[in-house]
Structure formats: C-alpha cells, structure tokens
C-alpha cells in the first residue's frame, strides 16, 4: 500500500513539474508584451529596464533557470499587476475560494442526501420522479447562466443577496448555491441508484425475511451499502466543482483563485499564472490519488490486482 | 435480417421513451444545425435600428414578425438562435470527434506497445493532460492562438481525449493476449491491420455511452468561452456570444440572455437522457 502511495505521489509530481513547463512556455508563446500593457506609452529604452525589472527580459531559458532556482529557495515569483509576491496573492484569495467551496460541497452534501434517499424510498412514486426530474434538469444547466440569472432575480429584481465581489459571508451564498446545483444533481442521481441497487441484494432481503422494520432496513442496511459507490462519484465531482468555481467567480467576479487566475491570464502576470496553475493541478492531482487509493482501500478485489495492501 | 433489425431498433425506442424524447430533440437540433441557412425567418447579421429589442410573442407590444423579439441592434433573435445551434453541433460534434481520433491513436499505440518505454511516455502525457485544470488550459491556449471555429474545435477536443485513449488502452492490452489475434499474427496479418481489424472493434461499445455527455460537455463549454468572448468571435454567431450581448441589457431585455441558455439546457438534457439510457445497455453488470 504505501509503495503505491509513494509510486503515485511521485508520478503526480512529476505531472506538476511537467505541467509549470508547458505553463511557462505556452504563456510566454502568447503574442503580446506584458511590459507594454503595463506602461503604454513607455520608449523602448524603459520597456527593456522594465522587462528587465518584471524578470521577462532574458531568454525563456534563462528565464526559467531562474525561476527554478527561486522555487528551490521558496520563491514563487513577484506578480508585477498586483505588486506582491505570488505567495501573497494566493494567500488573500485562497480563503475566499476556500468559503465557496466548503458552503458548496455541503449544500451539495446535505441536498444530496436528503433527495436522494427519499427518491429510493419513495421510488417510482410521483415523489421520485419530481426529484429525479429536477435532478436532470439541473444537471443540464449551463453553470455560468444560472448564475447571471440568479443574479438578475435575487440580487437585482428581489435585492436579498449582494452579487459581485466579496465583503464578508452573505457574498458567497448565491454563487455557492450556483456552483453546488449541478453536484447536488449528480448526488441525488447516485444516491438513489445506489440505494436501489442495495435493496436488491440478498443480505438486506435476509434482513426484511427477518422482520426489520423497513425504515431501519433502509438506513442501516440499504444506505450503509450504498455509500461506497457514492465515496467515489463525490471524489470525481470534487476535482469538476474546482474547475466550476473558476467559471462561477468570473461571473459573480467573486475575488478567489478562479478570479485571480482568469485576470493573471488575461494581463499576462506570468509568475501569477504559474503559481496558481501549479496550485490548481497540485489539488486535481491529490484528489484523483485519493479517488485511487480509496478505490484500492475500499475494494479487495483491486487491492488484489495490485499485488496486496 | 434488415427487418428484424428495424424492429429491434423500434422495439429500443418503445422500450425506452426518455431515449426516444432524446433523440428526436437530437434530431431536431440537427435539423436545424443542418438547414439554418435556408430557414432563418431573417438574415441573422442585418440589424434594423428601429426595430432594437423588440419584445417576444408574449408581450403585448410584441411585433409578431420577430417571433422572440430583436437583440440591441434590431438583429432576429429566432435566426441567431438557429445559427448559434449550428455553430454548437458543429463545434461538439467536430470536436468530440477529433477526441476520438487522438484518444485512437494513443490509446492504440500505446496498448500495443505496452509494456515499454512509449507507453510510459504516452501514458505520462495522458496524465498531464488529465491533471491540467482544463478550463484555465483552454483560456490559455485561447488567449495564444486565434480563436477561431478550428482553434476551439482543437481546445474542446482537449478535455475528453485522455478517457478515450485509456479505454482503448486497456482494451488492446486484454484483446491483444487473446488466442484469435495470435492466430491472425501467425498467419502474417500485419501490426496494423490486427490494430484496426481485431482490436478496435470492442472499442465502440465502450465509447458509444460516454459520446453523447462528452458532446453535452463540449456545448456547455463552447458557449462558455464564446460568452467570455475568448471563443467563437463575432461575426459568427454562437449561442455563448448572444447571451454576452444580452448581458448588457439583461434587466429589460432579459430574454435575449436566458432564451439561448435554455437552448443550451434542452440540447445538453436530451444528450444526458441518451447517454444514461445508453449507459445501462452497455453496461455488462446491468446486463446479466
């Protein structure tokens, strides 16, 4: 077990070096100088003392000898946009984002549950099939547009939520509800199925010859059961809601990684980029090897494949 | 033969009405992506400045020639609508297609020449592509080349290739084991032709379920770059790039923003419909 852990922590680094490469080369391929976006009406002489100044002025591979060798001594570059360090930047929008993402996995948690338990309950009722309904809907919608819609109503029509930005808790409820909707779907999906699924089978039937009430046969037997394929679909979805929330904060313009990371993009603030894209993978990367392992952990016949724990 | 096919089909259909629901909203669309050009109520460019955001039929000063009202320059919403609808079929289509091709020939040459130092290589490659957060590469890549209909058929194809190509891989590594294919190879068929003829062909049944939500994905994703306007570029018109035109006048107009998104919402919905349906045929537990 812990020869794959490590196996699988070194490949997902060696994906994250891979990955600030290409990220260094493609944004230095982007057509457009980021000195002159900085000072339009600069004489060349200044561009190249600014250049020079912004840690662009080298060769790429130059450049990136020095960038190298600052991320060994724990500098992770200036962003020339926002005059700090990068790791300061991301340290004021990582909370941000961190607020959005946990009020959106516990909507998502809640809802999820909650739906999909009574769908399996009352399934194949007129109950089942609106959740379900719903569900699929909801799993249809554009992100992005259910957040300009929401805003329209709630924020603009009704005034009972702020829209843009962010000030304190209140501003990372709608855009939390906006990004929880289709998770909450997918959820609500699994969980009935899987439920379903557990009803069928032959220890929760023994259980029902036994007499169990079948509230109790549902939760301790059925439910119990069905929470291992639902581990798994949450871990997928995690890795889909951090590539949501970079969508949702743009159109909340809601200041957390996303944000950050669509403007470093947009003005070319390279060593902004790559910190944040390395952040980014980092995390993809530790939640698909925790999707595995568990898969490892949860399921002996893989555990077997795998030559024992 | 041909006729019990053509009753299987039918009795699919009868059996499963959410997939009929799909496919005739699928082949709807498809109409419509097909024959835009011929049946747009208006030509989707020209603008009438008297006539801008015209409210749709349900409003009492609605003009009953343009069914869903004008956009901010007098442009018929119905027909832009019918021309971002092709644009959106082209694009997922085009590029769920390309995804399948990539993910072929990796996944192909890898398996075959697994194990060995170009299946690691193409396998590393899989991952950094699966690692890389995909809606910041395709920004990226967008902001450095020229965004237009080709560069984001390319970026679109991006995000699904890698599960593609994994598929075929594992395929090819069972297949290629298999006595049939030992047989062939001892009869002289050449590498490539035990790759296309012997191997690829489980590869449909494992690709057909997932093609339909790949697609949904590539048209949520296509109006989203066209709606940050780092997609489709006007003057092509896509359903992304109306709803960014709208925005602006979203609290009088509201319409001309959330027409095209439930557009996006039906299209994307009978896919997710076709696909579950699909998934459970194909899958071998559910089989049994």
Known sequence: MLATITKRLLQGLIVIIAITVITFVMLRLIPSDPSRTMAPNATEAQLLQLKEQMGI???????????????????????????????????????????????????????????????????????????????????????????????????VNLKLLPSTGYKNIRYAILPSIVLSLPMTAVLIRNIRASMMDSINQSFVKAAKARGIPSWSL?????????????????????????????????????PGIGMQILNAILRRDYYLVQGLVALLSGVFILINMAIDISYIYLDPRIRKAQGGL | MKNTKIKNALSFLRKNPTFTFGLIIILITLFIALFANFIVPFDPASSSPKERLAPPFW????????????????????????????????????????????????????GLAHPGLLDSILMRITDIQMGFPFIVLAIIILTMVEPTVASCIVVLSLASWPAYARVLRSNVMIEKEMDYVAAAKAMGASKLRIAVKYLGRNFLSAIIPVMPMDIAGAIITESLLSFMSIGIQPPNISLGNIMADGRNYISTSWWITAIPGIVVMIIVLALNLMGDVLQKKFDPKLNK
């Not at chain 1, 300061?88 to 909507?107: D, E, K, N, S």
């Not at chain 1, 099939?129 to 109503?153: C, D």
């Not at chain 1, 939760?219 to 590539?243: A, D, H, K, W």
């Not at chain 2, 956009?71 to 119905?78: A, E, N, P, S």
């Open chain 1, 218 to 254: 549902l939760v301790r037997y059925s439910f119990r059961n069905s929470l291992i394929p639902v581990l798994t679909i949450f871990g997928t979805q995690l890795g889909i809601l951090l590539g949501n929330s970079v969508v949702v904060e743009y159109v909340f313009g809601y």
């Open chain 1, 57 to 155: 002025g080298d060769p790429i591979a130059v450049q990136f000898a020095k960038y190298v060798n600052n991320l060994f001594s724990g500098y992770l570059g200036y962003s020339y946009f926002q005059k700090a360090d990068v790791v300061t930047v991301i340290g004021r929008a990582l909370p941000v984002t961190g607020i959005l993402l946990m009020f959106a996995i516990i909507i998502s948690l809640v809802f999820g549950l909650i739906l999909g338990i009574i769908a399996a309950i009352y399934s194949n009722t007129w109950i089942d099939r609106l959740i379900s309904g719903f569900s699929v809907l909801f799993q249809s919608m554009p992100n992005y547009w259910v957040g300009i819609i929401l805003i329209q109503i709630v924020s």
């Open chain 2, 59 to 110: 409003s009492s000063s609605a003009n009953m020639k343009h069914i869903l009202g004008t956009d901010y320059i007098g442009r018929d919403l119905v027909s832009r609508l019918f021309m971002g609808i092709r644009t959106s079929v082209i694009v997922s289509f085009l590029a769920v297609g390309t995804a399948v091709l990539i993910g072929m020939a990796v996944g192909l040459a890898s």
